[in-house]
Structure formats: C-alpha cells, structure tokens
C-alpha cells in the first residue's frame, strides 16, 4: 500500500494508492483512495468515480515485452541508443524538481515539490535519460511492493525547448520508458501502470499520449476511486477555480 500526505491549497489530503482500507475518520478528513484493487466482498465509503489507465503485465519474458512494442517503438528506442542517451534510476530529487517543474509551467499543469516527495519516501523512485550528462527526459514512478505494481507520476522532458531536437528527445522518452519497463520486471514487480488514460478525448495533445502509452503492448483498464464527502465537495471547486486540478 501507498499511502502519503499531501497539500491541497493550505488544507491537507491523505491519498492511498491500490489498497482500501476503511477507517470511521475517513467519512469527515479530506481523502482520497486511487485505483482501488482489493475490492472483493468489501464496503466502500466515499464518493466513487471511475477512471482509466494502461497497464502492462511484467509477468512475460523479456523477449515477449519487447515483440510486442510497436515496430516505430522500437526502431526509435535503438536508434537513441546510438545517439548515445544513457537511462538510469537515481534518487536525485533535487535535480528532478526543476526540471519537472519547468516542464509543468510550460504545459500549465501542476508542478511538484520536494517536501511532497520525501513524504512519499521510498515508494518514489525516480529515472533519468541523459546525452552528454544533460537531462533530456524523467520519469517518477510510486512503487508498490505489497501489490506489485509501479504507477507512472510524473513525465517530463524538453521537447518545448525549442533550442532542442524534439525528434532526440521524443526517442529518449521512448528509450527512457523501455528501460523502466524492464527495471522493474528485473525488480520483481507484476504490473507497470502508465498513469492514466484520457477517455473519449478530442484533445490531440491527450490523444497522442494515450497513443504513445498504448504503444508498449499495455490495454485500458478502468479504475475505481474513492473520495471522502469533504474532499469530493473541495476539490469540485478547485476544479472551476483552478484547471490544473
């Protein structure tokens, strides 16, 4: 189970990741249950709302995962190989922050911060790909041992940095999400979960991630979520002050 606190304007939220487990406190504190898997013969409290995301069975062999990348994948995941792009996990939050976070001001989307990280602890894990020793894209991943499963949290790269090849760096986050997917099959984990899916989008920005995310061999999977009566009420006034939530 993942589960951590984090700020939602100056009030705080809990937010629990893949496992429910009800406590009375939770009908009057601020608190969300994401991607609920153990729902076998047990009774939610909340408000339920459904979502989408990709996920990708870890359990196949190496082989096997990678036969069923697209063809364009994984012409341009060799590719960024010879351009020289190096992939690798590294606890290196304050180099990740910045670079997320310019990334989200570009993207007018919500940025991340380091005290939000270090609550999360552990469960975070962090991955790079770099040319000559200069971030070209990153990933954040919440990783759960109990459940085995690694969620996608944050993506980020410098394909709005008109001052950069956006080919080079669209094959790096190829490369990059490759080697994730096959660090944590090395790691033991069952299910690799791309971090959501836009259904029934008419955006072609949401609609070319959904693409890119379907492109590694992963189906659509509904989710379930749940939220205290508290946080459903808060957060459908965030919606309309605020677009990034």
Known sequence: MISYQKKFYFLTVRETWFTYKHRLSNLFTLNIHSHVKNKLNRKFFGVKHNSWTVEL????????????????????????EK??????????????????????NAKHIYPTNSKMIERIGNNFHISFAKLN????????????????????????????DETYDRNVIGRSNKLLTAK?????????F????????AENTDNKSLQ??????????GTKVECENYQSLPYF?????????????
């Not at 069975?57 to 012409?75: D, Y």
């Open 57 to 80: 069975s870890l359990l196949p062999g190496t082989e096997e995962l990678l036969a069923n990348f697209r063809n364009t994948v994984k012409q341009e995941i060799r590719k960024s």
């Open 83 to 104: 351009e020289g792009v190096v992939c690798s996990f590294e606890r290196d939050v304050a180099g990740f922050v910045p670079f997320y976070n310019d990334f989200a």
């Open 133 to 160: 020793g200069e971030i070209l894209a990153a990933h954040s991943y919440l990783v759960d041992d109990e459940t085995g499963i690694v969620r996608l949290f944050h993506s980020a790269s410098r394909r709005l």
């Open 180 to 188: 994730d997917i096959f660090y944590f099959k090395e790691k033991g």
């Open 190 to 197: 069952k299910v690799m979960d791309f971090g959501g899916y």
């Open 208 to 217: 070319g991630i959904n693409e890119f995310k379907l492109s590694f061999g």
């Open 233 to 245: 009420l808060l957060n459908k006034i965030a919606t309309k002050l605020d677009r990034r939530f």
